[in-house]
């Protein structure tokens, strides 16, 4: 019975980071390009009393089956769904979204590369396309001072009218990884990649597997909030079996202490 306690603990501990999960998923449900998690589980070591198949007798019985004792439960992984979000339409020129695979790709202060669906840029002082905390997206894109009517094509030439003139201003691209599940949150709505989500492999939108831009229109959440809130309940119900178990235990305990 001390074991059952020890394995209802695993439990309580496991759907606890269960909820954590899907509060941040939530907590994420209006959040620009955000790409929900969920939780794996897994079981936990097997102690063996009998060995499935060991002998039972001289005669050369064997155990058809064993027996095993589970020791619980924890959290295996927990990994992004990078499904699609519905795309939202807004009024300014500069917000691009992806439709389907593909991320952009944005520089970092200290130089290296950071990977994102959230396209909701703007221009800086120096006409430099950026995202909402001024980091530069790559390919850069800059615009003339006197630049007007930003176009970006469903391929990613980005083109504007200076003058009478429309002129090319550069090529955005998208970058693609064979596992982007393997990617990892830094935050800011953006992803680095691993070992696991493999190399960034750049390419022109359209080419290669790789969505299309949309301007004009930013990738929502793909937070689906009846989903998350149906989990949670789901979660709360594991949790209260699991103190469940922990009662009975002790009330079980307590029988044995009264045994005169």
Partial sequence: ????????????????????????????????????????????????????????????????????TGLGVNIGSTYDIHEQGPLQRTESQFDLAISGRGFFEITLPDGTSAYTRDGSFQVDNTGTMVNIDGYELNPSIVLPEDAVNLTVSADGIASAQVGDDIIELGQIQLVMFQNEAGLRNIGDNLFKATDASGVANATNPTESGSGSIEQFFVEGSNVDSIEEVTNLITAQRSFELNSRVITTVDEMLNAINQIR
């Fill in 1 to 68: 019975m001390m074991r059952a306690l020890k394995i209802a603990g695993t439990g309580m501990s496991a759907q606890q980071m269960n909820v954590d999960v899907l509060s941040n998923n939530i907590a994420n449900i209006n959040t620009t390009g955000f790409k929900r998690q969920r939780a794996a589980f897994r079981d936990l070591i097997y102690q063996d009393q009998v060995i499935a198949g060991a002998a039972t007798s001289s005669a050369g019985t064997l155990s058809p089956a064993g027996v095993q």
